[in-house]
């Protein structure tokens, strides 16, 4: 390891440290997200500000976990038991409505001069930042609630819907090929959750349990080990890696399920300090390294695009859902829901950079989405949080 790569991982590890206390000091002014500081303090550490962090090889592989990570835990939180009540149904035509109108935006954009750059575009407008918006629903106490349901819901389809879509639409297969090289994931995949909700074998129990505490910490290795598969199959199919891990998140979550609630909690725990402690924080910071403000601030279209596009996210998913909740949730959690579901970040990068490193989408043009989409996980939270609380009962406690 060299001595420029330790630097990096000393700066890396330094600011993601740094970011909860930047939010605390801001609590007075306002409630940040601290996937928002991670990525602004990896921006300043970039090589457009101070210039002190380069990405190599190390440093891409630790963001590429994280992201990994990330969606493991956007799939972790899936509870199909808490989505029969009928918000799985209403997600899913809330996404295809988003799709329509998406593409539809990028059809235009097509028209306008713009014609590889239209579908990048619109399939990244599809995209919600469940992932992200997790920790900020469970730091107000929505998680749990049927609120939490619906925007958990609705978060996932916004996850898994736009990953089948990046593998349909920008790969470089014949679509045919790759719907059945899908197809044969999901077999797979189905194969697993079978496996995941059966009654585990008793030696396997008993082994989990005598290592919960113990440096041989079978659950979390075995958890590792799921995560690892399934993103390396996805990837031998030709398919998107986050496909994988966010197959895993779905697959470890009914196979703790299957053991004692105290045992998962406490193997949840411990998941969440080796993501949230460490990749996942990477994921963000390198993003922020990553991310091309040369780029945005040298363009007057791009910047003049910023508030566009975060009109668009707001458009293609937030439209959606005062449509089709119009009936299931009252006006304020209604505008709620449809603040968080336009919330976006993690695929918006993920979607920016397939379509830089491809050649379909421009560098300004990819700057002003990564740009607006931290600009919608900075502002629709707030607004959202802001329009639950004036749906609450006078009296009722609301979280900070």
């Known amino acids: 390891m060299t001595t420029s790569t330790l630097t990096s991982l000393l700066l890396l590890t330094l600011v993601a440290a740094l970011a909860p206390l930047l939010v ?78 998406g593409l539809g935006i990028g059809a235009t954009l097509h028209l306008s001069g713009l014609p590889d750059s239209g579908l990048v575009i619109g399939l990244a407008l599809t995209t919600t930042a469940l992932g992200a918006l997790v920790p900020i629903l469970k730091d107000t106490g929505d998680l749990r609630s049927p609120f939490g349901g619906h925007v958990l819901a609705t978060g996932a389809v916004g996850e898994f819907g736009p990953i089948i879509a990046i593998s349909l639409l920008l790969s470089t297969r014949a679509p045919g090929w790759t719907a059945a090289l899908l197809l044969a994931f999901a077999a797979v995949a189905v194969l697993a959750v079978v496996m995941a909700r059966r009654p585990r074998p008793a030696r396997l129990n008993r082994v989990v349990a005598m290592t919960l505490r113990t440096s041989a910490q079978m659950a979390v290795r075995f958890t590792l080990l799921v995560i690892v598969a399934l993103v390396w199959l996805a ?38 300090a080796v993501g949230f402690g460490f990749l996942i924080p990477m994921f963000f910071v390198v993003s922020g390294v990553r991310f091309d403000l040369s780029g945005l601030l040298d363009s007057a279209f791009a910047l003049a695009l910023l508030p566009v596009l975060l009109g668009l996210f707001l458009i293609t998913r937030g439209l959606p859902v005062a449509i089709v909740y119009r009936a299931a949730l009252d006006r304020a959690d209604r505008v709620a829901l449809a603040l968080f579901a336009s919330t976006a970040l993690p695929l918006v990068v993920v979607i920016v950079n397939i379509g830089v490193q491809s050649g379909r989408l421009r560098d300004d043009l990819g700057a002003a989405l990564v740009g607006a989409a931290m600009l919608s996980l900075v502002v629709l939270p707030l607004l959202a949080l802001r329009a639950r609380r004036s749906s609450r009962p006078a009296g009722m406690p609301t979280a900070g």
């Open 235 to 272: 990837d031998e199919f030709g398919l998107d890696v986050l496909l994988g891990a966010f197959t895993a998140g779905i697959v470890i979550r009914l196979f703790l399920s299957s053991g004692e609630r105290q045992e998962s909690a406490l193997v949840t725990d411990k998941l969440e």
């Open 24 to 101: 605390d000091a801001c609590r007075g002014f306002v409630m940040l997200p601290v996937v928002v500081a991670e990525i602004a303090l990896g921006v300043l550490l970039g090589p457009d500000v101070l210039g002190w962090v380069s990405e190599d090889d190390l440093v891409s592989l630790l963001a590429n976990l994280g992201l990994a990570m990330l969606m493991f835990f956007a799939g972790y939180e899936i509870d199909f038991a808490r989505m029969r009540g009928g918000s799985a149904g209403l997600a899913l035509r809330v996404w295809v409505l988003s799709l329509v109108i």
